[in-house]
Each structure stands twice: as C-alpha cells, then as structure tokens.
C-alpha cells in the first residue's frame, strides 16, 4: 500500500523533468504549471505497485495533459492579435547550457519552430529527441500506434531542422557579445553600426496580444529592422517614464528586458545566428511578462 508521501516524493523528484516536458509542448510556463498540477491530482490516485516506470509513466500523463491544454487553447491562439510567441522562460542555473540538447530545445528559436507543427508531431518530436522516450511510450502518450509515431518523428524532424537557421554550435559567450555591439550601436543611433551586427534578412517579430502598442506585423529586412530599432531608442526615454534597459538571459538566449520605473514594459530575446542577429522576438503582452522573474529549473532525466 503506497502512501501519499511517496506520490509527492516521486513527482518532485521529477516536476523540473515534468515542467520542461509541458513548457516545450504548450510554449506557455503559466499553463505548464496548471498542467502539472492537475497531472498530480491524477497521479496521486494511482496505485503505485502497477507502475514500473516513474519517468515514463508520469511523462505520459503530463504529454496527455499538455495535449489537452494545446488543443482546447487552439482557438484563442488563431484568434490572438498579431504574432503569437512563447512565453519568456528565466532558467534558475545557469550550467543549463551545459546540456547542449536541452539548451537548443528551450531557446526561443527553437521554441518558435515547434509553434509551427501539429500538436501530435510536437509531442512526438519534443518526447523523441529531447528526452529520448522510444515510440512505444511515446504511441501510448499521444495514443498512435508506435509506426504512426514513427513516421510522425520522421516528418517532424524534418520540418524542424528545414526551419533551422542556427548552426551546430552556438557559443553563447559569443551571442552575448554580439548583442552587446548591437545594444551600443542602437543607443547611439548608429545605423551602421547596428546594419553590422544583423543577418541581411533579420526580422523583428513583437507579441503584444493587442495589450501593449507594438508593431502587429513582423518587420523583415536589416535596413527596415535598423530603422525600427533606432527609432525606439528615439522616443523610449520621452515616452516611457523611468526608462530603463538591462541585459539578462532567458531561454538560454540573450535579451534585452525594458524598465519603465519598477515595472517591466517588454523583453526582447535576441537569436544569434552565426555571429549575427537573425531574429528579435519582443515580448510585450503583460500576461506573458507576469511571471518572468521566476526562476524554472529544467531537466532531461
């Protein structure tokens, strides 16, 4: 006869498992963690001697969950205002790169990339290549048989790695320095100066949900992204109250967090692709700032 005790000891020793299982499905850390909440209500009513294994079983339910959420969201994401990104993730160690895998999965990037596949092949590509789960566990999470996850994986890879800009090894050192240059190229107004940092075909992308003002469409091109950049260091500091830029890391990636007083106004993520900025994704929607101050911790195992 198990205890309840050993429910919660079992799920904690694996909630940052769990949550980075849900975050990579959903995007979302506030909707992971109401995942995990409900998944442990359900947990709690299993009888523990028909589980052989934790991790695989307690990832299962948490796929299923995830799943459920994504499905029911559907809905409210086509109908959201303007680009939809993920929400900014503050990791709580900062050996977290030291996981190469792991480091690439959560990175906006790449989180973007899986906005763009089905719920199924997210799921399947999120359990496959990240945490290693082999088709039959996988089948019984998004309830396919092992070939159709098969398949499934195949084309998923595919998709994600056709959309890939970023090259095999990213120094993120290197990334911060290059975000750097562009931070004191854009205070001063240097258009040169920022044209020598970005991708030719650079893109600025902002979510702002219709909540904050931002651009609603994304601005592609280095001249014009230049252009928008130069003209937010303009005006910023005459219309935001207290303006205030600070560097930090969030998905393991550079950004830009912008101050008005104590309050945060946006976070822009910068995507360093082989020494230079393809892609600024500005997070501007207050629902999505809410919880960026708390620290998650991530895991593979």
């Given amino acids: 006869m198990s205890t309840g005790g050993e429910h919660a000891e079992r799920f904690t020793l694996l909630r940052p498992l769990l949550f980075t299982i849900a975050y990579e499905i959903l995007g979302s850390a506030s909707e992971s963690d109401d995942v995990l909440q409900d998944s442990y209500l359900r947990w709690a ?3 523990l001697s028909t589980v052989r294994d934790t991790r695989s079983y307690l990832a299962q339910l948490v796929t299923r969950q995830a799943l459920n959420t994504l499905r029911a969201n559907a809905r409210r994401r086509e109908d959201y205002v303007g680009p939809w990104l993920p929400e900014p993730l503050l ?4 050996d977290a790169s030291s996981d190469v895998v792991l480091a690439e999965s959560v990175s906006m990037a790449m989180m973007v990339v899986l906005e763009t596949l089905t719920p199924d ?3 399947v590509f999120v359990l496959h290549e ?3 789960f082999d088709y039959a566990e996988i089948a019984s999470a998004v309830g396919k048989s092992a070939g159709a996850v098969r398949q499934m994986a195949y084309r998923a890879r595919e998709h994600v790695h056709a959309r890939r800009q970023r090259s095999e090894s990213v120094d993120v050192a290197d990334a911060a320095e290059v975000t750097e240059r562009f931070m004191a190229a854009a205070a001063t107004g240097d258009i040169d100066g920022l044209m020598a940092v970005l991708a030719p075909d650079a893109a600025w992308i902002t979510d702002s949900g219709g909540r904050a003002k931002a651009i609603r469409r994304p601005v592609l091109g280095a001249r014009k992204v230049a252009g928008v950049i130069a003209g937010f260091f303009r005006a910023a500091p005459k219309q935001v109250p207290d303006f205030r830029l600070e560097t930090a890391t969030y998905n393991n990636t550079p950004a830009v967090v912008v101050h008005s007083g104590d309050r945060v106004e946006g976070l822009v993520l910068v995507d360093v692709v082989d020494g230079r900025i393809a ?3 500005a997070v501007a929607n207050p629902d999505k ?3 960026i101050t708390v620290p998650r911790a991530i895991r593979r195992q």
């Fill in 279 to 281: 892609n600024f994704y």
């Fill in 130 to 132: 990240v945490f290693g």
């Fill in 289 to 291: 700032l809410a919880g």
């Fill in 91 to 94: 990791l709580d160690e900062a």
């Fill in 121 to 123: 092949e997210r799921a």
């Fill in 45 to 47: 009513d299993v009888d």
